[in-house]
């Protein structure tokens, strides 16, 4: 649904280590910009290190309150106002750059990178600080024109935007980000639409029907049908990979003979074929998520219409299992991050078929998905059903209770009751439906595995059929 964030390995000044993780997200337009200026900065003999780059609400609230005791001399913005909330800004450390900043900003506009202030003085505040606008320039653009007016500046505006279409509330515009995101679309994809306010008033209403969406439908099904605009027609602001092919044109000739044939196609074994139906076409065009995990799936991306597909081994999970202490996962934690509607009680690893996807939150809220959701999981052409129950580690990815895996036919624990700590081997694939979690289903144990059954069966076959 919301624009996806990814993460970037890129060096920090933080004692010469990467940026942390928490720091080291960015959109996949930025990302491709960053690697691009990283490398003709070291080709002509500097280095790009950064200082900052993502800041979450927390983040960018802490640093606007450092701002306003003088803790820190660099001005920032309450939460909602900077381009560092959608990954789209980065600071760097000038001093390692060893050029003049003005040939910085050279590299800067190759790769689309904007500098904030408007001559290329080193000495000024915020010289360090660049962004990568993307379609949100048409935000700005569109407030510059005087299309809209209740921000202060476009700039502040166009930050509001890009900020909302990452998942992430604006205080101005309530609560919800979603119907930000809608008028965000709305004015990047063309519309007139007043003010960006976060409602829904009729202009926004005739903007969507301008774009021959239904206006009365759902503000969640108007969101996919203007998220389904935005991917066409700004793909690389939402798909990694080709971006990275594009920069491979870009090196010279004596590294390009070095660089590994593009991977091959992805393909799902003959059996889990089999069953895949519609899938197997859908896969033609699911677009990749390229980030790399500790046991990297054979295939991570999106199927149109918004499905998570991973194609991975699975480990075992056996949180939430009451018995699980000492019987053999050293990780066992008696809690899972789903819970019944008593909100105290989790999910029995033992009993209840799970998944776990990776944090941080919005790894799952940017691509719409929540706690609940349930999926379809494939073994040998056998398919079986799960619900999202428990967020693991952000860089592990495919992980099943121990219900989940008997399931699949891999029964993990022993008769004497104590469990065997393995996985499964490769070629599980998952399927994720997003929102496909409904609250009631929450009532107990009974309730929540029938449903996973029931809605599971019912959601896959309308995607397979
Ligand atoms: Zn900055």
């Known amino acids: 649904m919301f624009g996806p964030l990814e993460d970037i390995k890129i060096k920090s000044i933080y004692h010469g280590a990467d940026l942390p993780k928490n720091m080291a997200r960015c959109t996949p337009d930025m990302l491709n910009a960053l690697q691009g200026a990283a490398a003709d900065v070291k080709s002509a003999g500097g280095e790009l290190i950064l200082s900052d780059l993502y800041r979450s ?3 960018q609230l802490q640093a606007h309150l450092d701002y306003v005791t003088g803790k820190k001399k660099a001005f920032s913005p309450p939460p909602g106002g900077s381009m560092h909330e959608a990954g789209r800004a980065f600071d760097l450390d000038l001093s390692t750059l060893k050029m003049k900043l003005s040939d910085f900003w050279k590299i800067a506009a190759k790769h689309q990178l904007q500098p904030i202030i408007d ?9 360090w600080h660049f962004d990568c606008r993307g379609s949100h320039g048409l935000v700005y653009d569109y407030y510059a024109a005087g299309k809209g007016d209740n921000f202060a500046k476009p700039y502040t505006a166009m930050a509001a935007s890009a900020i909302v279409s990452t998942g992430v509330k604006v205080d101005t515009l309530g609560g919800d980000p979603l119907t930000g995101f809608v008028q965000s679309g709305l004015i990047r994809l063309g519309q007139e639409i007043g003010d960006l306010d976060g409602r829904l008033g009729p202009k926004s209403r005739a903007g969507i029907a301008a774009l021959e969406i239904d206006s009365d439908a759902s503000a969640q099904s108007i969101a996919a049908e203007i998220d389904k605009l935005l ?9 990694v990979e080709g971006a990275h092919e594009l920069a491979l044109a870009d090196l010279p000739i004596s590294l390009t003979t070095v660089v590994p044939a593009v991977r091959p196609a992805y393909e799902p074994s003959q059996a889990n074929k089999a069953v895949l139906g519609k899938v197997a076409d859908l896969l033609k065009t699911a677009a990749p998520i390229g980030q790399s995990f500790a046991l990297q799936p054979a295939f991570l991306g999106i199927l149109p219409g918004q499905c998570l597909y991973f194609d991975c081994e699975l480990q075992l999970d056996t949180d939430g299992w ?21 909100r105290k009680t989790s999910l029995n690893a033992n009993a209840v078929p799970y998944i776990v996807l990776p944090l941080p939150k919005s790894w799952t809220s940017n691509r719409g998905i929540s706690l609940g959701d349930y999926a ?10 799960a619900v999202f129950g428990d967020e693991g580690p952000a860089d592990k990815i495919g992980e099943a209770s121990i219900q989940l895996l008997r399931a699949l036919g891999e029964e993990r624990l022993k008769p004497n009751g104590r469990v065997i700590n393995a996985g499964t081997e490769p070629g599980i694939i998952t399927i994720v439906f997003p929102g496909s979690g409904r609250a009631a289903d929450l009532k107990d144990q009974p309730t929540l595995t029938a449903a996973i059954q029931s809605e599971g069966a019912r959601l896959f076959k309308e995607l397979t059929t």
Not at 231 to 239: G, S
Not at 376 to 385: D, L, M
Request: no cysteine.
């Open 57 to 59: 609400y927390d983040m």
């Open 376 to 385: 379809a999981v494939i073994h040998k052409g056998n398919v079986t059903f």
């Open 322 to 342: 009451p018995e699980g202490k000492g019987k053999g996962d050293d990780d066992w934690d008696p809690k899972t991050s789903l819970k019944y509607v008593d």
């Open 119 to 127: 001559t290329p003085s080193a000495g000024a505040l915020e010289a």
């Open 231 to 239: 991917q066409k027609k700004f793909p690389q602001e939402y798909f």
